[in-house]
């Protein structure tokens, strides 16, 4: 089980503060440091100083680290052209080395476009567009060097694109789906995707939602392997007054952080962490939303990454 620090720095965070706890999930022997990708804060809370975009911190944190993995849960494709997202994202992974994970899908928070003047069409154009740019970013990466890219959709044209710059690897970054629908989640991301991804869910909702996946990846014939992954709040503690403080700290209460999340002592969450690779996780991202407490990603890597 591999464990990766997911951040939400639309609730309040500077780069000074991401780039904290990024060094921090390196030197503690995290796999990965995420962020979402959102414009706006969400609940009661101040968001200052304000959103930062997600693929300009990632590109600084691409200077400013050396092992962590660096990626997004999730990209939204109405946020992008896909065409200068494929350049971004092939920037950054060549300047961190090869360490870039994309999440995308199809963005669904409104009122974030609203307050940025970004089209929010319907859902189903939504996965359209996003169904689109995911065969877009990958022929833009795979095209040979010397050669050109051509694309014609619903939504999207492109004539001969010089397919430039490349990322690290000849296939690509890995690309993760995530969601819970039914019917077309898991046909794009038996087609398209590296990771499957089930986020803040019941272990018993993640297992059927891996299910689904699943079959949409046999169904299609797929070879390559697929990874399952699961995203989790968390809140650990010593003791219950540890985890109370904390838990209060992120405006959560703990009986509904521990039946909703990872909460709990260090050993309670290993338990329930054991409980989403008994499904078939084999990676989690912990939603850390207090970013200035450093102590409590220290905590989580002695006590529950170290003994899993």
Known sequence: MRLRIFTEPQQGASYDTLLAVAKAAEDLGFDAFFRSDHYVKMGDVSGLPGPTDAWITLGALARETSRIRLGTLMTAATFRYPGPLAISVAQVDQMSGGRVDLGIGTGWFEEEHAAYGIPFPSLGERFERLEEQLQI?????????????????RHYTLKDSPALPKPARPEGPPILIGGFGAKRTPRIAAEHADEYNVPFAQVDDTAAAFGRVRKAVEERGRTRPMVYSAAQVVCC??????????????????????????????????????????????????????????????LIAFEVLNKL
């Open 137 to 153: 970013l990958t022929g833009l990466w795979r095209t040979p060097d010397g050669e050109t890219f051509d694309f014609e959709g």
């Open 237 to 298: 503690g010593r003791d219950e007054a540890e985890i109370g403080r904390r838990a209060a700290a992120i405006g959560r209460e703990v009986d509904e952080l521990r039946e909703n999340g990872l909460c709990g002592t260090p050993a309670e969450i290993l338990e329930k962490i054991g409980k989403f690779g008994d499904v078939g996780a084999e990676c989690l991202y912990l939603q850390i939303l207090d970013l200035s407490d450093i102590n409590h990603l220290e």
